[in-house]
C-alpha cells in the first residue's frame, strides 16, 4: 500500500514508514518483527489517535503468534475506532474462533459479510463458524447419553492388511500374524512388550515418507490410551542411575510441533530414548508441523516399547479445538481416516499434565496457576476430558510469564501471567527449585527469567519454517543444575507447514 492510497491518508511520513516495516515482517513471516513495527507506529499517534488499519495489522501478528487475547483486544480497539472497517471484525473473528468460541466468531464474520457483500471467504468463515456452533449443540446432547468411548468399541482385528503392505510388523517378519494369532498381536502393544526392532523400522518408515499400517496404529493408540488412564495428572520421575558411560541425565525437551526431521535430529545428537537415557517432551507435539503423526507416532511407540525411556506431557496443541485448525486433524484424516483422528483424541485427553524431577524441578506445558495450590491438588486433576475454559488444568496448559509481580490477564486469552513473585510462592510452598515450561518461540530456543527460577525451553528451531529461531534441550543430572544444548533446523521433505490445515485453519498460516 503506498503512501498516497486513501489508507494512509493524514498518517505522518514516520508512522507509515514503521507501518510499511511491519507489512513487510509480516508478510515475509517475522510477525514478532511485525508487533515491534506495529507498536512502534502507535505510540507515535498516541492513544487519543489509534489507527484502525494500523490496530488491525497487528492483530493478526498476535494472532500468529496466538497472542489471541491482544489481538482482540487489538480488533476491538480499531473497530471501536471506525465500525466500518471489515478486517477488524474478521481478526476478531479468527481470535475467537481460535478460542474456541464460535458464536462470537460467527457475529463478527456475519458483520464482514454485511460490509463485504461479495466476500466469499468471509462468508465461508461465517459457513465454519455456523457448522462448529452446530456441532457444539449436538455433542452437547450426545453427552448425556454418557456414550462409550470409540477405544472401547473399535475393532482393531476388523481392519486387513493386504499383501501390498510392505512396511514393518510387531511380529517381525515380511507378513502380519494370521487372524488366529490376533491375541498375540495385540500383546505385544502392552507396555514394554513392544519390540524396539519395530518402533526404529517404524521410524526408518517415516523418514521415507511412508506410514505404518492402520491396524498397528489403532492397536497402538487403544493401549496407549489404557496406559496413560492408570497414571496420575502429576509424575515424580528421577534420574538414572548410570547412563551408559557418561554423567546420568534425563533429558526436557520443549514443543516440537510436527517437526519430525528436528526430533530426529535430537535423537542423533542426544540418543534415542531408553532407560538410561530417558526423555521428557513437554507438550505441543503436534499441529503447525506437517510430519505431526510421524512425530506423536514415534513417541507412543517409544512409550509402548519402554515406558520409562520417554514421557509425555499435554500441551495446548493436544487438544481438538487446535488440532481443527492448525493441521492435525486434517493431517491424521488423510494419512489414516477420522477414527484415528478420534483414538488420538483420546490419547490426549489421558495424557499427564505435569512431572516433578527429583523432587526439585516442575516441568509443565505453560505454566503455574496464579492461586496457590499444592502438588497434591495437581495430582489429582480429572482428566479425561477436554481441557475447561479455566482452572488448573487450563492454566498448566495456557499459563505465560511475564517479567514483572503479580498477574494479569494471558496475552493469549485464556487464564493469566504470572511473576516472579508468584513462582517464588509457588516453589516456596511445595519444596522446589525451578519451574521448567515451554509453550512459546524463544530466539535462542531457550529464556530464563525470574532470577533463574523459571526456564522455558523450545524445541522446534526455524518454527513454521519462517521464525529463524535456534532450538534448544535440557539435561537435568541428579544435582537438578540446568545444562542446555542448542541446535538449528534440519531440512525437511517439501511439505510446508499447515498443509493439511482446512476451512478456518487457511487464517491461521
Not at 365 to 379: A, F, S
Amino acid at each position: 500500500m503506498t503512501a498516497t492510497s486513501p489508507a494512509n491518508a493524514g498518517l505522518p511520513n514516520d508512522v507509515l514508514e514503521l507501518k510499511d516495516k511491519g507489512n513487510n515482517a509480516l508478510m515475509a513471516g517475522h510477525p514478532l518483527d511485525a508487533i515491534g513495527f506495529y507498536s512502534e507506529a502507535l505510540e507515535l499517534l498516541g492513544e487519543d489517535e489509534p489507527n484502525a488499519i494500523i490496530l488491525s495489522n497487528r492483530a493478526q501478528a498476535y494472532i500468529k503468534v496466538e497472542n489471541y487475547g491482544l489481538a482482540i483486544a487489538d480488533a476491538t480497539l480499531a473497530i471501536k475506532t471506525d465500525p466500518s472497517y471489515p478486517k477488524a471484525y474478521y481478526r476478531r473473528g479468527t481470535a475467537e474462533f481460535a478460542l474456541n468460541k464460535p458464536k462470537q466468531a460467527r457475529k463478527d464474520f456475519k458483520m464482514v459479510c454485511k460490509l463485504r457483500p461479495k466476500d466469499k471467504d468471509a462468508r465461508m468463515r461465517y459457513a465454519e463458524c455456523e457448522k462448529m456452533v452446530k456441532e457444539a449443540a449436538f455433542a452437547a446432547a450426545i453427552q448425556s447419553a454418557q456414550t462409550t468411548p470409540l477405544s472401547e468399541s473399535y475393532q482393531p482385528n476388523d481392519i486387513v492388511i493386504n499383501p501390498g503392505y510392505d512396511g514393518p510388523h510387531p511380529s517381525g517378519g515380511d507378513t502380519c500374524l494370521s487372524t488366529d494369532e490376533f491375541e498375540k498381536e495385540d500383546a505385544l502393544f502392552d507396555p514394554g512388550n513392544l519390540p524396539l526392532d519395530f518402533v526404529m523400522a517404524a521410524i526408518k518408515c517415516f523418514k521415507e515418507q511412508k506410514l505404518i499400517h492402520k491396524r498397528y496404529v489403532a492397536r497402538l493408540l487403544i493401549h496407549c490410551k489404557r496406559y496413560f488412564e492408570t497414571l496420575p495428572s502429576l509424575l515424580r520421575l528421577s534420574v538414572p542411575d548410570s547412563c551408559g558411560g557418561g554423567e546420568p541425565r534425563i533429558t526436557v525437551c520443549g514443543d516440537t510441533h510436527g517437526q519430525f526431521y528436528d526430533v530426529l535430529n535430537i535423537f542423533q545428537t542426544n540418543g534415542y530414548p531408553s532407560a538410561t537415557n530417558p526423555y521428557l517432551f513437554n507438550g505441543d507435539f503436534v499441529d503447525r508441523g506437517s510430519f505431526s503423526v510421524e512425530v506423536i507416532l514415534t513417541f507412543l511407540l517409544f512409550k509402548m516399547a519402554c515406558p520409562e525411556c520417554i514421557h509425555l506431557h499435554r500441551g495446548n496443541h493436544e487438544t481438538k479445538n487446535m488440532n481443527r485448525i492448525y493441521g492435525f486433524e486434517g493431517e491424521v484424516k488423510a494419512k489414516y481416516d477420522d477414527k484415528i483422528f478420534e483414538l488420538f483424541l483420546e490419547v490426549f485427553c489421558h495424557l499427564p499434565l505435569a512431572a516433578v524431577i527429583e523432587d526439585k524441578v516442575f516441568v509443565t506445558h505453560g505454566g503455574i496457576p496464579v492461586e496457590p495450590v499444592t502438588l497434591d491438588e495437581i495430582k489429582k486433576i480429572k482428566r479425561g476430558c477436554e481441557p475447561p475454559e479455566s482452572g488448573l488444568m487450563s492454566d498448566l496448559l495456557w499459563s505465560d510469564p511475564h517479567p514483572f509481580p503479580g498477574k494479569s490477564p494471558s496475552k493469549r486469552g485464556v487464564g493469566y501471567s504470572f511473576g516472579p513473585d508468584i513462582v517464588e510462592s509457588f516453589l516456596e510452598q511445595n519444596g522446589l527449585s525451578l519451574l521448567v515450561r515451554s509453550h512459546e518461540v524463544k530466539e535462542e530456543g531457550y529464556l530464563v527469567e525470574h532470577g533463574g527460577k523459571t526456564i522455558t525451553v523450545f524445541s522446534a528451531p526455524n518454527y513454521c519454517d519462517s521464525m529463524g529461531n535456534k532450538g534448544a534441550f535440557i539435561h537435568f543430572g541428579k544435582n537438578c543444575e540446568p545444562k542446555f544444548t542448542q541446535f538449528a533446523e534440519v531440512p525437511h521433505p517439501d511439505v510446508r507447514p499447515m498443509a493439511y490445515a482446512a476451512g478456518m485453519g487457511g487464517l491461521f498460516t
